[in-house]
């Protein structure tokens, strides 16, 4: 396994300001990422809250109980319940067998942050991974990509799923399950760790019935080693906790809405959309109501909190016996969740992707609101795995890996075409073409003069010669595409691999394809590397 630093540009324009700490973007962050002394700041401003670290410990630690762990899991529940103690955090939608790479990746920058810093301050960091159990958007987790062919194909687990329930109230039939996860392997092809992989996702299909519960037996199957925690955002027991937030955003909704807002207008000034849709009637928080998941509005005039859409309305008070009385059919919206990790965690730093740097940008006004500074946020590492064979096609076509993560194959199949081109060939039809037109438009002219009623026949028979010259031309191609196959074939696979369908791999591909062809030993060489977060992409050759 052999590691490369690339500069690419992030995926948006304000995440790659973002990242080389430019203005204005610098300045809706509360902290410089690029200062020695983030990290020492940030710690003593924790040092100066009241976090219950006990009562996040006690619920990660009862939530976490069914599923894998080791000697690290259990010490990294000693250091959270440590006064001292502060956490890297970061989270992600439970995706079907984990999701595309980046959820991966994500996870090991928040380990390796944890691990990099727990030295540097000499202090416990517990590295924890939030699932968003609470998202409700089956359609954006419920598949995988496989190659099929020459291209890659979604494979999706269908259920009969309409309502918006939350991802933790969505249960698999098993027989089902079962079947999906065979077809996604057999896509994958049998290989030396088929069985066994196969095997420990079996155990984990019978003995769960959740799609987060699932992810969360993945997460730490793979995991667990490195001291790992995690908590789902729609457990019950977190949500005791958080009544007392809840309480607090119901009151102070218009505050942190208008802060919002105001934000928006600030970062709109110069230029950037916005990240987060919102208006000035959002509440921020959904409500659990008949296995759907309700937005909620505000209305100021007569203090009330309705959908329009669900039909459905509470008063102030009403919202808050409700609350009092069934806490878990609370959720958070784009803008109270990081509200809601900073009331609950001590948090040292926070991993986002892309999009998730643009919209913690739109929240700075709403954290200064609540008395406090958002956490330093850290760009999660961006990665791309390079297999051997994949590289020789890089290397036979003499291209440059650098040019490809940032903008694909496609130009340079182009450009090796027009090389093999029948030029001759090419310039003839189209001088035919051109002969043609001069004729006909001729005969056009002389039929307004003679016999207009020919005039559509002779256009139509215009058309038809064309065509055929067209279709020529397409047959020429197509041989000359044949002929040339086995080098279209490395365009296509180069493209396939790294920049499939004109995005990131990190957004297709999936860890099992990895873990298949390498065995779970895979993430222990990913795990034992040394990570350097400076914004870099990083090429692994595996």
Known sequence: M???????????????????????????????????????????????????????????????????????????????????????IG???????????????KIISIIKLAEEQES????????????????????????????????????????NNDEKKMTSDIHYNKDD????????????GEKEHTKKILTSLQAGIMQYNSITDLFSYIVMSLFKDYGLLIIDSADPGLRQMEEPFFSQLIDQNVEITQAVLSQQNEIGSHGFNKAIEMDNNAANLFVYVNNERILLDYLAERDLFYSKKAQVEWERENLHELLRQNPEQFSNNVVTRPLMQEWLF?????????????????????????????????????????????ERDIYDLELSIEVILKNGVTKNRELFLESVADEELESILEQAKTYLEKQYNSIF????????????????????????????????????EIRHQTILDKYTRIERHLRPQGTPQERMWNIFYYLNEMGESFIHQLMEEKYVFDGTHKLIRI
């Open 91 to 105: 989270g992600q939608q439970a995706g079907l067998l984990t999701g595309p790479l980046y959820t991966i990746h």
């Open 346 to 390: 001590p948090t040292l730093a926070f991993i986002a992707g892309p999009g998730e740097i643009a919209y913690w940008g739109e929240l700075k006004q709403a954290f200064d609101f609540l008395g406090h500074n958002m956490p330093p946020i850290i760009p999660r590492m961006n990665m791309t795995f390079l297999e051997a064979a994949v």
């Open 177 to 188: 399950m079962f079947q999906y996860v065979n077809t996604v392997f057999m896509h994958f």
């Open 2 to 88: 052999d590691f490369e630093s690339i500069v690419i540009p992030a995926t948006n324009d304000f995440a790659s300001l973002y990242i080389e700490q430019k203005e204005p973007v610098k300045g809706f962050f509360h902290y410089d990422i690029t200062e020695n002394t983030v990290y020492e700041k940030r710690y003593n401003d924790l040092m100066s809250r009241n976090i219950d670290r006990a009562g996040i410990t006690r619920v990660i630690e009862n939530y976490m109980m069914k599923f894998p762990q080791s000697e690290k899991t259990k010490r990294s529940l000693e250091k959270l319940r440590n006064e001292q103690s502060v956490v890297v």
């Open 445 to 480: 002219k002389r039929l307004e003069e003679s016999d207009r009623g020919l005039l559509p026949l002779a256009k139509k028979n215009l058309s038809i010669h064309l065509k055929q010259l067209d279709f020529m031309e397409k047959k020429s191609n197509e041989s000359l």
């Open 120 to 159: 540097k301050l000499n202090k416990p960091v517990v590295p924890v991974f939030w699932i968003a159990g609470e998202d409700h958007d089956f359609l954006e987790i419920n598949h995988v990509y496989v190659e099929a062919g020459k291209s890659l194909q979604k494979i999706s687990y269908k259920t």
